[in-house]
């Protein structure tokens, strides 16, 4: 259903770097601003990254944002066990309807 | 701070209405638009539409016209969403979501804390 794709899961060791892919298309990520969200078990979404790569104030620098062409990505740097959660990349099409991503569950090891 | 508090838990059965509020507080209610996002469990986020607070004018995704009413009341600071003709599948979670910036494509910044609604016979 949703037209943003992202793996299921990605996992990694403490300490250690993951990166979560977001692919759309012209219509949707390619001409507008990715934004991307976590999702803790049983909480409400919580914005990480706007605009591509803007971080909200609170958000600390160990998440960052890209986006190229009609893809994005997270980074994740230093994983900790309470990043994880769910995580959903987000943009507009060109009707202004917002679209999310299938979601990805990142796994601390 | 910017709150948004949502309306209760609900019951349904298949054909029946429901209406969900989100009062907002910490912030200027009709400056910001006020996005609806419903999670059904174990699935992912799924956008229903937005309402701008200030004009009442709205955007509802495909799948929902027809079916979806978005309101407000901003006397009270409150944003309305009412979902008719349920059937089962509407089962989920319902966010209402504000506008992390006031520029009209600004995603969703601050969330509700979600409301369930269940649609059973």
């Known amino acids: 259903q949703s037209v943003l794709t992202q793996p299921p899961s990605v996992s990694a060791a403490p300490g250690q770097k993951v990166t979560i892919s977001c692919s759309g298309s012209s219509s949707n990520i390619g001409n507008n601003y990715v934004s991307w969200y976590q999702q803790l078990p049983g909480t409400a979404p919580k914005l990480l990254i706007y605009?591509?790569?803007k971080r909200p104030s609170g958000i600390p620098d160990r998440f960052s944002g890209s986006k190229s062409g009609t893809s994005a990505t997270l980074g994740i740097t230093g994983l900790q066990t309470g990043d994880e959660a769910d995580y959903y990349c987000g943009t507009w099409d060109s009707s202004l309807r917002k679209v999310f991503g299938t979601g990805t569950k990142v796994t601390v090891l | 701070q910017v709150q948004l508090v949502q309306s209760g838990a609900e019951v349904k059965k298949p054909g029946a209405s429901v209406k969900v509020s989100c009062k907002a507080s910490g912030y200027t209610f009709t400056s910001y638009d006020i996005n609806w996002v419903r999670q059904a469990t174990g699935q992912g986020l799924e956008w229903m539409g937005w309402m701008n607070p200030n004009s009442g004018n709205t955007g509802y995704a495909q799948k929902f016209q027809g079916r979806v009413t978005m309101t407000r009341n901003t006397s009270i600071s409150t944003a309305y969403m009412e979902l008719s003709s349920l059937r089962s599948e509407d089962t989920a979670v319902y966010y209402c979501?504000?506008?992390?910036?006031?520029?009209?494509?600004?995603?969703?910044?601050?969330w509700g804390q979600g409301t369930l609604v269940t649609v059973s016979s």
């Open positions: 605009d591509n790569n």
């Open positions: 979501a504000r506008g992390y910036q006031i520029v009209a494509t600004s995603p969703p910044g601050y």
